[in-house]
């Protein structure tokens, strides 16, 4: 089996840096992936982690350490647009990814 | 990135009758396709795994009676919710996995809603 966990919330301003973290144990691992969800939309994927270090793409960055079943959502320069909830999500031996329940991300002026 | 369309994008129905959704993938051929569930304020639950041109693999606790999905071609999954009741009233997601790349992409979802 599988055990996922994220904070539920989150709150952070504009312009400002935020870290989302996200644990995970599993029986069998081949990838971490975050999504970012919109209320009342599909997910949309962000990054997807395989091996041990940090992923960069424009103001998002993804880290894993599959040794501590840790992985993190960095998020720069944060715009209102970023509120939405960010979904951590792992791969094991077959294809299906498992959901983590998700945390809420409000961003203030 | 690869691109999923679903339709309908939204569907209301009466209680007993059944509801056909279906999951293209449009750039990319997927053998392997995934029926997600998400009740309000909750996250995605895997229901089930649909495999081309075979039987699809479904979570403990989703009726396969129930929950109708078929796979008939690289392209196409669809998920038919049978004898539908209130509290099958849903955001259904399909995804796909992009067999280049391994990432996993979702449609636009389908808001189910039985009155």
């Known amino acids: 089996g599988q055990n996922i966990d994220q904070p539920t919330e989150m709150t952070a301003t504009e312009g400002a840096i935020v870290q989302i973290n996200c644990t995970y144990q599993?029986?069998?691992?081949?990838?971490l992936f975050w999504y970012q969800q919109h209320a009342g939309e599909a997910p949309t994927f962000l990054s997807y982690n395989v091996l041990d270090g940090l992923e960069e793409k424009g103001r998002f960055s993804s880290f894993l350490s599959r040794s501590k079943g840790y992985s993190y959502l960095l998020l720069k320069e944060l715009q209102m647009k970023d509120s939405a909830s960010y979904l951590c999500?792992?791969?094991?031996?077959?294809?299906?990814?498992?959901f983590g329940k998700g945390t809420t991300l409000s961003v203030s002026s | 990135g690869a691109v999923v369309s679903q339709h309908p994008s939204r569907v209301i129905c009466k209680s007993g009758t059944s509801v056909k959704i279906e999951c293209r993938s449009l750039?990319?051929?997927?053998?392997?396709m995934f029926w997600y569930r998400q009740f309000p304020k909750q996250s995605l639950m895997l229901m089930a795994t649909s495999n081309e041109g075979s039987k699809a693999t479904y979570e403990q606790g989703v009726e396969k009676d129930k929950f109708l999905i078929n796979h008939a071609s690289l392209t196409l999954s669809t998920l038919t919710v049978t004898s539908a009741h209130p509290e099958d009233s849903s955001f259904y997601i399909c995804?796909?996995?992009?067999?280049?790349?391994?990432?996993?992409?979702f449609g636009p979802g389908t808001r189910l809603t039985v009155l």
């Open positions: 599993t029986s069998g691992f081949n990838g």
């Open positions: 999500a792992l791969r094991q031996a077959g294809t299906a990814l498992i």
């Open positions: 750039d990319f051929q997927a053998t392997t």
């Open positions: 995804s796909a996995r992009d067999p280049g790349g391994g990432t996993q992409y």
